[in-house]
């Protein structure tokens, strides 16, 4: 995919939408401001907002706020996803359609509630007096058209806040407003709805269930994966920034972590892992599937093999990303698992429910990126099954929360509920996520085995308990988080955050030598002890990530731990320039393949990419090695 623009669209989009949310903020808190007389209730709340968080974050929490649902609401216009274009003009028009319908008596009773609707009616009339109409009444259709799909995408679309409606960017309709540079950027092309790139797949009427949209390879990476490059691109400044004060010996700050690790990972890199991981297991089980056809980096084993995970069905298998970012690994194995479904025999119309209810699991300390991670599986989603919105499903994406119990307030809740359930190892896991925007996947809960706990304690009731009622929440929040945790993984992939000990934060540093000795000189390196951690035995491990571990004495006890624990099934040496994101020799970096289990005299293949010059020139290098 061509990102130059895409760079250029995400940076000037940050920037732009900042700058327009704050000054919107110096508005509307002028002392005499027009927001204050009509909306008391929205300034309270976010006066109470920016006592609690500096000034600088609440604006900066709300301007992305807004280009997330922007990008949404156009990928989900130009492949038919919304009944109508939102952000996008209908063909040959210029002003959204959403708009232009309104303009002619038409406004979607299921998304417009009546109220709203009589006040946009009574706009576009010059019934009510206004500055702008026009403007005023497109935003309070998409303020309508957001609260409607948080029935389907709750995290993404949250119900508006007064106070963040109040900041909306003002300029939408102009040809420099930032929903024509996302109009212009965001193209068929590039979010995969090019008129070749999609076509309708069904023998039945138009509304069946059974109709679904079929995607081709270069649709599925110049799809959904678009959202992954503008999250990237989005905070790429911002981690420039956090890199600039690192060598000034400011280390990186919990909030500041994502924004320094974030990095999208290659396609073709992602399918070297996910095809030699998950296709791995599906062929061990099935040595007959046809699946194999479409895996263009599976490297076959030299030898049969008998010692591997037996799955009867594709519902058993559980793949987890633990730093799964904007989803990239987990779209394309949604991919390779909707081929396992159909070739099993499945109904269609039921294949994109069962996996994301069965299959896919992600967890993510960075809120955005674990929103779009949950998007992008709803699109893919979607892009398979027509009326996919109607159903309740939300994906297995768990984004880490900090999660602090106040001395008595743990004794008072288990005094009530009955202490006999919680025992140590429990109260301790309980208490193991008071930094988790820190320390992340990382942690290892004292119990991993909490689905029965987490069921008795559904079901308890303690609605006439007011002061217990949120501490129940957070002992839930704990229990779910846990089992996310939890060593019950078939397959674990992962492109894991970059960080030396140079650059994390003093608490953060001495956590990981207590809890990491033999690979706390990078997170990655901890990431590579944690994923085998959360997979069962002889589950699969794939991995990309700095070859340093491979060579520097400060990793030998790694080393030592893997050669005994563990098994290199497969191994892509990338070296230097397979980023093409990143210049030059600053990343180098391996692709692997472990099995959590050690086989003696395996021999795993290796193939050597670090003499290319380009992710183009390592990909067909691959290519080559395998056939």
């Given at each position: 995919?061509?990102?130059?623009?895409?760079?250029?669209?995400?940076?000037?989009?940050?920037?732009?939408?900042?700058?327009?949310?704050?000054?919107?903020?110096?508005?509307?808190?002028?002392?005499?401001?027009?927001?204050?007389?009509?909306?008391?209730?929205?300034?309270?709340?976010?006066?109470?907002?920016?006592?609690?968080?500096?000034?600088?974050?609440?604006?900066?929490?709300?301007?992305?706020?807004?280009?997330?649902?922007?990008?949404?609401?156009?990928?989900?216009?130009?492949?038919?996803?919304?009944?109508?274009?939102?952000v996008s003009p209908a063909e040959g028009q210029f002003q959204p359609e959403i708009l232009a319908e309104a303009k002619m008596g038409h406004i979607d009773e299921e998304m417009v509630p009546e109220k709203i609707r009589q006040q946009i009616f009574a706009l576009l009339a010059g019934t009510v007096p206004s500055r702008d109409p026009q403007a005023?009444?497109?935003?309070?259709?998409?303020?309508?058209?957001?609260?409607?799909?948080?029935?389907?995408?709750?995290?993404?679309?949250?119900?508006?806040?007064?106070?963040?409606?109040?900041?909306?960017?003002?300029?939408?309709?102009?040809?420099?407003?930032?929903?024509?540079?996302?109009?212009?950027?965001?193209?068929?092309?590039?979010?995969?709805?090019?008129?070749?790139?999609?076509?309708?797949?069904?023998?039945?009427?138009?509304?069946?269930?059974?109709?679904?949209?079929?995607?081709?390879?270069?649709?599925?990476?110049?799809?959904?994966?678009?959202?992954?490059?503008?999250?990237?691109?989005?905070?790429?400044?911002?981690?420039?920034?956090?890199?600039?004060?690192?060598?000034?010996?400011?280390?990186?700050?919990?909030?500041?972590?994502?924004?320094?690790?974030?990095?999208?990972?290659?396609?073709?890199?992602?399918?070297?892992?996910?095809?030699?991981?998950?296709?791995?297991?599906?062929?061990?089980?099935?040595?007959?599937?046809?699946?194999?056809?479409?895996?263009?980096?599976?490297?076959?084993?030299?030898?049969?093999?008998?010692?591997?995970?037996?799955?009867?069905?594709?519902?058993?298998?559980?793949?987890?990303?633990?730093?799964?970012?904007?989803?990239?690994?987990?779209?394309?194995?949604?991919?390779?698992?909707?081929?396992?479904?159909?070739?099993?025999?499945?109904?269609?119309?039921?294949?994109?429910?069962?996996?994301?209810?069965?299959?896919?699991?992600?967890?993510?300390?960075?809120?955005?990126?674990?929103?779009?991670?949950?998007?992008?599986?709803?699109?893919?989603?979607?892009?398979?099954?027509?009326?996919?919105?109607?159903?309740?499903?939300?994906?297995?994406?768990?984004?880490?929360?900090?999660?602090?119990?106040?001395?008595?307030?743990?004794?008072?809740?288990?005094?009530?509920?009955?202490?006999?359930?919680?025992?140590?190892?429990?109260?301790?896991?309980?208490?193991?996520?008071?930094?988790?925007?820190?320390?992340?996947?990382?942690?290892?809960?004292?119990?991993?085995?909490?689905?029965?706990?987490?069921?008795?304690?559904?079901?308890?009731?303690?609605?006439?308990?007011?002061?217990?009622?949120?501490?129940?929440?957070?002992?839930?929040?704990?229990?779910?988080?846990?089992?996310?945790?939890?060593?019950?993984?078939?397959?674990?992939?992962?492109?894991?955050?970059?960080?030396?000990?140079?650059?994390?934060?003093?608490?953060?540093?001495?956590?990981?030598?207590?809890?990491?000795?033999?690979?706390?000189?990078?997170?990655?390196?901890?990431?590579?002890?944690?994923?085998?951690?959360?997979?069962?035995?002889?589950?699969?491990?794939?991995?990309?990530?700095?070859?340093?571990?491979?060579?520097?004495?400060?990793?030998?006890?790694?080393?030592?731990?893997?050669?005994?624990?563990?098994?290199?099934?497969?191994?892509?040496?990338?070296?230097?320039?397979?980023?093409?994101s990143i210049g030059g020799e600053v990343v180098s970096t391996t692709a692997f393949v472990l099995e959590n289990g050690y086989i003696p005299d395996y021999k795993g293949a290796f193939v050597r990419l670090v003499d290319g010059k380009s992710e183009a020139e390592k990909e067909r290098m691959l290519k080559e090695a395998i056939q």
């Amino acid at each position: 995919m061509e990102t130059a623009k895409l760079k250029k669209f995400a940076q000037f989009a940050r920037r732009s939408l900042i700058e327009q949310v704050s000054a919107k903020l110096n508005l509307v808190l002028a002392e005499e401001s027009a927001a204050r007389r009509e909306q008391p209730k929205a300034i309270a709340e976010l006066e109470k907002q920016l006592q609690e968080h500096e000034r600088e974050q609440v604006v900066e929490r709300i301007a992305y706020t807004w280009f997330n649902r922007f990008c949404a609401l156009r990928f989900m216009d130009l492949n038919r996803y919304t009944r109508i274009g939102v952000v996008s003009p209908a063909e040959g028009q210029f002003q959204p359609e959403i708009l232009a319908e309104a303009k002619m008596g038409h406004i979607d009773e299921e998304m417009v509630p009546e109220k709203i609707r009589q006040q946009i009616f009574a706009l576009l009339a010059g019934t009510v007096p206004s500055r702008d109409p026009q403007a005023e009444a497109y935003r309070l259709l998409v303020v309508a058209a957001c609260n409607d799909y948080h029935r389907v995408m709750p995290y993404l679309f949250e119900r508006i806040a007064d106070f963040t409606e109040l900041l909306m960017p003002e300029d939408l309709l102009s040809g420099n407003s930032i929903l024509a540079y996302t109009r212009e950027t965001m193209t068929p092309d590039v979010c995969g709805a090019g008129s070749n790139q999609l076509s309708v797949i069904s023998n039945q009427q138009e509304n069946s269930d059974n109709c679904w949209l079929k995607a081709d390879s270069a649709a599925a990476e110049g799809g959904v994966e678009v959202i992954g490059w503008l999250y990237q691109f989005y905070i790429s400044e911002k981690k420039d920034k956090v890199f600039g004060d690192l060598k000034k010996n400011k280390k990186i700050t919990p909030e500041n972590i994502p924004a320094a690790t974030q990095l999208f990972t290659p396609h073709w890199i992602v399918r070297y892992l996910v095809e030699n991981s998950i296709g791995r297991l599906w062929m061990l089980n099935r040595p007959n599937s046809k699946l194999i056809e479409q895996m263009e980096y599976y490297i076959k084993p030299d030898q049969p093999e008998s010692d591997f995970l037996h799955i009867t069905k594709p519902e058993e298998i559980k793949i987890c990303d633990p730093a799964c970012g904007s989803g990239h690994m987990l779209t394309y194995a949604f991919d390779l698992f909707y081929t396992i479904y159909e070739e099993e025999g499945y109904e269609p119309s039921e294949i994109p429910e069962k996996i994301l209810t069965h299959n896919l699991y992600g967890i993510e300390i960075d809120e955005r990126a674990g929103e779009l991670a949950a998007f992008a599986l709803t699109m893919k989603a979607r892009a398979r099954q027509r009326r996919f919105f109607r159903k309740p499903i939300q994906p297995n994406i768990c984004v880490l929360q900090n999660i602090q119990f106040d001395d008595s307030e743990l004794k008072n809740y288990m005094d009530f509920i009955g202490r006999d359930l919680f025992t140590a190892p429990l109260q301790i896991t309980l208490q193991q996520f008071e930094e988790a925007d820190n320390f992340g996947s990382l942690i290892r809960p004292a119990v991993t085995d909490v689905a029965a706990m987490l069921k008795i304690l559904e079901e308890k009731s303690v609605s006439g308990q007011l002061f217990l009622g949120q501490t129940h929440q957070k002992v839930l929040q704990a229990l779910q988080q846990a089992d996310y945790l939890s060593p019950k993984y078939h397959v674990v992939i992962a492109n894991p955050p970059y960080m030396g000990g140079k650059g994390m934060n003093p608490r953060l540093g001495a956590w990981v030598k207590e809890n990491y000795p033999d690979s706390k000189s990078d997170l990655f390196a901890m990431f590579i002890e944690r994923n085998l951690d959360l997979a069962q035995k002889h589950g699969a491990v794939g991995m990309i990530t700095m070859q340093s571990w491979m060579f520097l004495s400060s990793f030998e006890k790694l080393r030592e731990k893997l050669l005994d624990n563990a098994t290199i099934l497969s191994m892509a040496h990338i070296g230097a320039r397979g980023f093409d994101s990143i210049g030059g020799e600053v990343v180098s970096t391996t692709a692997f393949v472990l099995e959590n289990g050690y086989i003696p005299d395996y021999k795993g293949a290796f193939v050597r990419l670090v003499d290319g010059k380009s992710e183009a020139e390592k990909e067909r290098m691959l290519k080559e090695a395998i056939q």
